[in-house]
């Protein structure tokens, strides 16, 4: 079985600073690794992925993810955070053999100005 | 143009009803899925679709049936609602072989009540 673990519900930093997000995964053979963001009342929007290659991972605005496969971690990164960068991040996996992505339970980014 | 569309955006019925949530996407994908997100936030895939074939089934109660007329349409209906059904539901589409990066709809924010 696959699974993910976000484990901070929230996180809260100023404008300004760096900004992490955790995630931690379990899976059978090669993990291939996601993050996804949710706006309020909007649906998911894919941030950036990990498949192979590069362990430091680059997405979409600003974000970065490193991937460190001796510590099971997938943590998001951005190094200087926006008021806009409040939302809800997901964290997601899948098995190189699977179709279906197990999302984490998300941590509520909150960047104060 | 909206790329995943979801009618209705809210939905509120009682116990014991019959109700329909229809998806539809506009980009030329051949995957679609339904996610439920309960109020905790935490997202669960329930169904997925490659060209109008059922491809993951989750364990979910056989009152929830999908139903995909073709490639760009994915709808699910459910029978005899309950208070527990109340959730946001997603659907989203993606390219099989491009699966991991999928467009999500706005959601439908179901109430049972």
């Known amino acids: 079985a696959q699974s993910v673990a976000q484990p901070e519900d929230q996180v809260n930093v100023a404008e300004g600073n760096p900004l992490t997000v955790k995630c931690t995964y379990s899976?059978?053979?090669?993990?291939?690794l996601f993050w996804y963001v949710q706006y309020p009342n909007r649906g998911l929007q894919f941030l950036l992925k990990y498949i192979t290659g590069d362990n430091l991972v680059k997405g979409s605005y600003g974000f970065e993810a490193e991937f460190n496969k001796s510590q099971t971690s997938f943590h998001l990164k951005k190094p200087s955070a926006l008021v806009s960068d409040s939302a809800l991040y997901f964290c997601?996996?899948?098995?190189?053999?699977?179709?279906?992505?197990?999302f984490g339970a998300g941590t509520t980014v909150t960047v104060r100005a | 143009d909206t790329a995943v569309s979801q009618t209705p955006k809210y939905l509120v019925t009682q116990m014991g009803n019959d109700k329909s949530i229809k998806c539809e996407q506009n980009l030329g994908h051949d995957t679609m899925y339904w996610y439920k997100q309960d109020s905790k936030k935490f997202l669960k895939i329930m169904f997925s679709y490659n060209n109008k074939e059922l491809i993951i089934n989750e364990t979910v109660p056989n009152r929830f049936s999908p139903k995909s007329p073709d490639k760009a349409h994915l709808n699910l209906h459910i029978n005899s609602l309950e208070l527990g059904d109340s959730a946001v539901y997603f659907c989203?589409?993606?390219?099989?072989?491009?699966?991991?990066?999928?467009?999500f709809g706005p959601g439908t924010r179901l109430t049972v009540l």
């Open positions: 997601a996996v899948r098995g190189s053999n699977d179709y279906k992505l197990s």
């Open positions: 989203a589409s993606s390219r099989l072989a491009e699966r991991d990066t999928q467009y």
């Open positions: 899976v059978s053979g090669n993990p291939y």
